[in-house]
């Protein structure tokens, strides 16, 4: 079910993508990261451990898609208050890269992938994924909507080459914490 939202979230987004839109901030982006992510990582009750992790979604218009995944054990995202950013490391899998198994040709091939690092501006709701693999090449995100019922923000990425469309997914996870 999720996934059929984020979907059709793509669908939407890449008819309404059909016009430029500048990047920069978007102050509803900054009061959804502020309001669903920020304080559910920064109010914590007692002898608890709120963490939080992302997945991304893109297409192009060429027709390839990504996806990009957090290993949530080894990954969540970071919280720096001080800059007001939320930033995490994670693995981006393409479709235009396959890979062969028993003669059967499959997308996303596991050992093909490119490392990124998701940039979230929590003050002012700018983004940005910096693609590690890639020299650090970072590409500009423009949030122009937000979902809090699938925890998700909306945006273009345009590098110049590949235009796209990214749908950000969170999630979150409330755990035990032994008492200290």
Not at 4 to 21: D, G, H, P, R
Not at 108 to 118: A, G, M, S
Not at 159 to 166: A, G, L, M, Q, Y
Request: proline share 6%; hydrophobic share 40%.
């Amino acid at each position: 079910m999720r996934f059929m939202k984020i979907s059709m979230a793509l669908l939407l987004v890449m008819l309404l993508a059909v016009n430029t839109v500048s990047a920069g901030p978007s102050p509803a982006a900054a009061a959804f990261l502020q309001k669903n992510v920020v304080d559910f990582l920064t109010n914590v009750p007692e002898y608890r451990q709120h963490t939080v992790s992302y997945t991304i979604c893109s297409n192009q218009q060429t027709g390839v898609v990504s996806y990009t995944t957090e290993n949530a054990i080894q990954y969540n995202m970071d919280y720096d208050r001080n800059a007001g950013t939320l930033t995490g490391d994670a693995i981006q899998y393409w479709s235009d890269r396959a890979y062969t198994l028993k003669l059967n040709k499959y997308p996303f091939d596991p050992n093909k992938v490119d490392k990124v690092h998701l940039t979230l501006n929590v003050k002012d709701g700018s983004g940005s994924l910096t693609l590690l693999s890639w020299g650090n090449a970072v590409v500009p995100i423009t949030f122009i909507a937000t979902d809090a019922a699938t925890m998700s923000l909306i945006g273009l990425c345009d590098d110049k080459t590949h235009p796209r469309v990214e749908v950000i997914s969170f999630q979150e996870a409330d755990n035990p914490s032994p008492p200290k």
